[in-house]
């Protein structure tokens, strides 16, 4: 396997200074007005750092902030230099985005490290520009040969956990980074629309929890301002920020980014919300969702407003982005015995079977915003997963999912690996027809990694329908372990460039590999 160096090469480390320079804060308006030098008076600011994401071989998102209307500017090298810059105008920020941009760069060389900075320019006065913000990110290989490592996790500031200063704030976005990964894959709850941040929560032994707060996080988010400030929430730790500045993202979304468990069509009964409509809600979150996170299938670059999508990276490896919220049908027992919805939706469905067949890659991630096998209820009697906690035939959503699982079979889909989050602990799980109810698919493993900084909670029961069996676990045994109490966890996928062989280490904050699998490439069952 690969020999890469966990920490950043000295030239990843030294472009990210001038992304840096914004010091740590305690709420949005200390963050943008931290005092310029007077030459930089009254110019624009990117105070909140920058992003890449949705990167491919020859293109990539860049995304910034700005404290003001601006001009966005991206200017790449192949150095961090920027000798002989190419330059990018893009668009410009003003309150209808909540002064963010998306840039997207096109024809960039493949399997090179970009280096970018970003300047924003005062709309009146193009010469007057605010101290540019850096960041790098490497395009996908054209070749087989270089090896690939992402991560993967997702849950953040969840169940009222927040950015605590006394803790240095998000520590493990940190120790990713230093794991010098191609790509990060956010599993899903980005943020917490439903949990509100308070100043502080007293833990079982006594101790004082501390969260950093903000105005638009001290309630549920309801209107565009509130889930705008929920997503801009993260970015006030310096280590997201940093990380982001040198890690490129692949995101999607689950039920958090909106409201626990919810489905289209719901009408809330929850007196904290004004706005009952679900749908309502879900419209305001999205619009903040792609005004915060660089997703080519989302608005401005994208009209069609799909957060599922493929990314493919090279000869090695497509990633299947899954929307396992926006299409479904309403929680219930799951257990209709004919079921065309689902938990994908039929275009969705038939979008997964078409794009698998047409992969050529070894390895096909499905990034799955839920669990299979595991059993997330929803109350006392409907379920918020695919599982319904009944071991014989599929039932329910279970249906979608077979059908899925048997045309991969039947077109000998190999390399497919389920990867996600959302339980709030780490697993993985090997599913094969020999111990299932339904046997008419090829065995494959999924893997649970998270949260990043969000509660633990107690592992729930597997549905032997698919015939999983749970190789390794470790949950807490209470609901809602602070951060401070029990680690935090994220997956990490090496990608073997010479022999193809791609291996899971399930990781917990502090640096420790809890599990690792290693799957040989062109195989079944492994």
């Known amino acids: 396997m690969s020999q890469r160096q966990p920490s ?60 003001r209307p601006a001009r966005m500017i991206v200017e790449t090298s192949a ?14 920020l003003g309150p209808d985005t909540d002064f963010t941009g998306t840039t997207r760069l096109r024809g960039l060389p493949a399997g090179e490290q970009i280096h970018y900075r970003v300047l924003l320019a005062d709309p009146d006065d193009p010469r007057r520009t605010g101290k540019p913000v850096t960041g790098t990110f490497r395009t996908t290989p054209k ?34 980074r230093r794991r010098d990964p191609d790509f990060f894959l956010c599993s899903g709850d980005n943020i917490y629309a439903d949990g509100p941040i308070l100043p502080s929560v007293t833990l079982p032994d006594g101790t004082v929890w501390r969260n950093v707060t903000t105005e638009e996080k001290s309630k549920v988010a309801e209107d565009l301002k509130e889930f705008r400030g929920a997503f801009r929430y993260n970015l006030l730790d310096d280590n997201l920020r940093r990380f982001n500045a040198q890690v490129p993202s692949i995101v999607q979304w689950d039920d958090h980014e909106v409201r626990n468990n919810w489905y289209p069509g719901q009408i809330l009964d929850d007196a904290r919300y004004t706005e009952k409509n679900v749908d309502v809600l879900a419209g305001r979150s999205l619009r903040a969702f792609s005004e915060y996170f660089p997703v ?44 065309t919805t689902g938990i994908l939706g039929a275009r969705q469905l038939a979008w997964l079977k078409r794009e698998l067949s047409r992969s050529r890659a070894v390895w096909k991630v499905i990034a799955s915003d839920m669990p299979l096998g595991i059993v997330v209820p929803d109350g006392r009697e409907n379920f918020e997963a695919v599982a319904q906690g009944d071991p014989g035939a599929p039932l329910g959503r279970e249906l979608q999912i077979a059908e899925l699982l048997r045309h991969i079979k039947h077109q000998k889909i190999t390399g497919t690996v389920w990867l996600t989050a959302d339980v709030h602990y ?17 065995p ?8 990043l900084a969000a509660g633990g909670f107690p592992a729930t029961k597997l549905d032997g329908t698919f015939g999983p069996e ?12 602070s951060p401070a109490e029990t680690p935090q966890y994220f ?14 280490r399930l990781r917990q904050e502090g640096g420790g590999v809890l599990f690792t699998e290693v799957l040989q490439p062109g195989r079944v069952g492994q």
């Open 8 to 67: 950043p090469s000295p030239r990843r480390r030294s472009v990210l200074r001038g992304s840096l320079a914004v010091p740590a804060a305690l709420a949005v308006p200390a963050l943008a007005g931290a005092a310029p030098s007077l030459a930089l008076s009254g110019r624009p600011k990117a105070g909140w750092g920058v992003q890449a994401g949705d990167v491919t071989a020859h293109s990539g998102l860049v995304w910034v902030r700005s404290d």
């Open 79 to 92: 150095t961090e230099s920027f000798r002989h810059p190419q330059r990018w105008r893009g668009p410009l």
């Open 143 to 176: 070749g087989r040969k270089q090896d690939v490592r992402f991560l993967w996790s997702g849950d953040i500031a969840g169940q009222g956990w927040g950015i605590n200063p006394d803790r240095g704030g998000y520590r493990i976005f940190e120790e990713m």
């Open 296 to 339: 080519s299938t989302l608005p401005p670059g994208d009209e069609d407003g799909r957060v599922y999508r493929v990314l493919r990276h090279g000869p090695l490896l497509d990633v299947f982005v899954l929307d396992m919220r926006t299409y479904r049908n309403a929680n219930s027992p799951n257990r209709q015995p004919d079921d």
């Open 426 to 442: 780490t697993s993985a799980q090997h599913y094969d027809p020999s111990r299932a109810a339904f046997k008419d698919f090829a």
């Open 444 to 451: 494959f493993w999924e893997f649970v990694s998270g949260p």
């Open 470 to 481: 749970q190789k390794f676990i470790k949950a807490p045994s209470r609901a809602n372990t």
């Open 491 to 504: 997956g990490e996928v090496d990608i073997d460039g010479g022999s193809g062989e791609l291996t899971v």
